[in-house]
Each structure stands twice: as C-alpha cells, then as structure tokens.
C-alpha cells in the first residue's frame, strides 16, 4: 500500500452484471456490504440488491433507479474489500483525496466519512428512484459529443435547442468528450448540427436529461432527504462535481449534491486539479469497470490510475 492514494469512484453505466461477486468471495469485508445493502433496502428493489448485482437480468440493473445504489454498493465492497486483502483496518486505509463521477461522489464522501453507509445508500437509492420518475415525466435524453470543447458543445445546444426546450451540456468527462442532454425533439436535432459542424456523437443509452433542468423535480426531492441526513466534513478533499474543488462544509456538500443534478458534472476539472494537487499519490479506481481510467489517460496521459473491478489488482 502506497503512502498517499487519490481515490476515483464511478458513475451510471459502468454497471455491468456480475459486477462485485469476485469481491464478495474473496472478502468477508465485501460480502458484509452487500448483506448490510440487502438488508437496508430489503424488497425495494424487487429483489436482494447483491442478486441484482450478481446475477442481473441487465434490463433491471440498468434501471436507474437499480443501477445508481447497486453501483454504490459494489464501489465500497471492493474498496473494504482492497483493504482487507492488503491487511491494513478499515479506519486506516491512507486516503489523501477522493473523487466520484455523478453518482460516484457518494462513494467518495462516503469512504472519506461524510456520511455513513445506510445513510449514503438510502440517499443513492432515493437520488436513483428520483431521477427514474424526472425522466419518465418528460421525453428527454442525452447525446455524447466527440471532438467537442465547452465552447463547441455550447454552439451544438444553441442551435439544436427549439422553443419551450431543454438543452444543456452536463458532463465534461475529458478533453474532446463532452455530453449534452436535454428534450428529446432537441437531442434529435443536436445529432444532425454536430455532425455538420464536424463532431462524432452518440445518443446514450439512458432513462433521462441527467445533469439538466429537466432533474428539478428529481432535486428537490433530494434536496429534502439531504436537509435530514447527518452529514460531517470528510477525513480528507472530496471534490465537488459542481465546482471542480474540494467541498468546504457540511452545508456546502448539500447544496453541491442538490445542485449537482441540475449542473454539469465537470469531471474533467476535478481530475486536473487533484493531479495537480497530488503530484506523488498513487491514484485507484473503485468497481465496477474501468472507465475513469481510460478517461484519466485523456486528461492527464502521466497518471497512471489502477482499477479494482476485481480482487487480482
């Protein structure tokens, strides 16, 4: 174990069946997240949520409202997970500054200690059902734009964006990988104006307009769970989605979390920053997937990011 760790949680979409089993029988630690997970949520989910993990059927672990606490819980099984296989007690595990995308800034406020797992989890769970409802509400959708910068994805919105519609970017995930998410009728229309301005895009596969207006229901909604839940700094810089710096209080980590549905998600920025911040930390990744390292590898080609999708690393 290295003396400093830099810690990347993931998001939606890196949910994939079968994720945290290896985990799970290859730790005690891990295994006991996912019964402590099942027993928080018991039937809300339809079934166990290590089932739902473990076994799927993937049309029910990518509902938004499955995904989002099924990928908390298999971030901090690996991570209790990781510790106990490198010997060292859950309250030592020498994190220097955590980071998560969307989702994944719960795990990272949770495991530097902001708030404890039933509390984070029923918040995850709730913040997952929410979004789900926003977006059932009102056709919308979100369109990933490939060789696009802020001010070109702002350009695609503006043009793309009829009367009455939503059209905003959301996610700055890396250089030349930006994502805009809005109305339906406008994600149809971004699509056409990229391509004519040149940019690759892809409509993703998802429930809804994550990360824009469309998600106000679905914030203050959170928002009131938020007002309710004990929250205390975290041991260690947890970077905001919102603002691309470390959470300063308490109340500063409520408002960001309740904003961070209506906001984009500048990911790019927080990995900057705590590369920069952190020049002599080594940087891991948490389960499922590895999708925060190949996006490292695009913000920063010398930092190198380890994953832990499962116990061989």
Not at 45 to 71: E, H, M, W, Y
Not at 120 to 130: D, H, Y
Not at 213 to 224: T, V
């Amino acid at each position: 174990m290295p003396d400093t760790l830099v810690i990347l949680c993931p998001g939606q979409g890196a949910q994939a069946v079968g994720m945290g089993r290896a985990w799970a029988d290859a730790s005690a630690e891990a295994r006991r997240v996912f019964d402590q997970a099942d027993a928080i949520l018991d039937d809300t989910l339809g079934a166990p949520l290590s089932k739902l993990c473990f076994d799927g059927p993937a049309d029910t672990l990518n509902r938004t409202d499955v995904s989002q606490p099924a990928i908390f819980a298999a971030s901090v099984a690996s991570f209790r997970g990781w510790i106990e296989i490198q010997g060292l007690g859950p309250d030592n595990p020498s994190i220097e500054a955590a980071a998560g995308l969307s989702l994944g800034e719960y795990t990272a406020l949770h495991i530097a200690g902001a708030f404890d797992f039933e509390h984070a989890l029923k918040l995850v769970a709730l913040r997952g059902r929410a979004m789900q409802d926003a977006a059932e509400a009102t056709p919308s959708g979100m369109v990933a734009l490939i060789g696009a910068d802020e001010e070109k994805a702002n350009e695609v919105c503006n043009k793309a964006r009829g009367a009455g519609e939503v059209l905003v970017t959301a996610n700055f995930n890396a250089p030349g990988q930006v994502v805009i998410s809005g109305s339906a009728s406008a994600c149809d229309r971004a699509e056409g104006v990229a391509q004519q301005m040149g940019l690759r895009c892809a409509r993703l596969q998802v429930a809804g307009a994550f990360h824009s207006p469309l998600m106000q229901p679905a914030a203050d909604r959170l928002g009131e769970a938020l007002a309710d839940t004990p929250i205390r700094m975290p041991m260690g810089p947890v970077m905001s989605n919102v603002t691309a710096e470390p959470h300063s209080s308490p109340a500063e980590i409520r408002r960001g979390l309740y904003d961070q549905l209506t906001s984009p998600v500048r990911w790019a920025d927080c990995c900057e920053f705590l590369v920069s911040d952190q020049p002599r930390a080594d940087f891991h990744e948490l389960a499922p997937g590895k999708t925060l390292a190949g996006m490292m590898r695009r913000i920063s080609r010398d930092t190198k990011v380890v994953s832990h999708d499962t116990p061989d690393r």
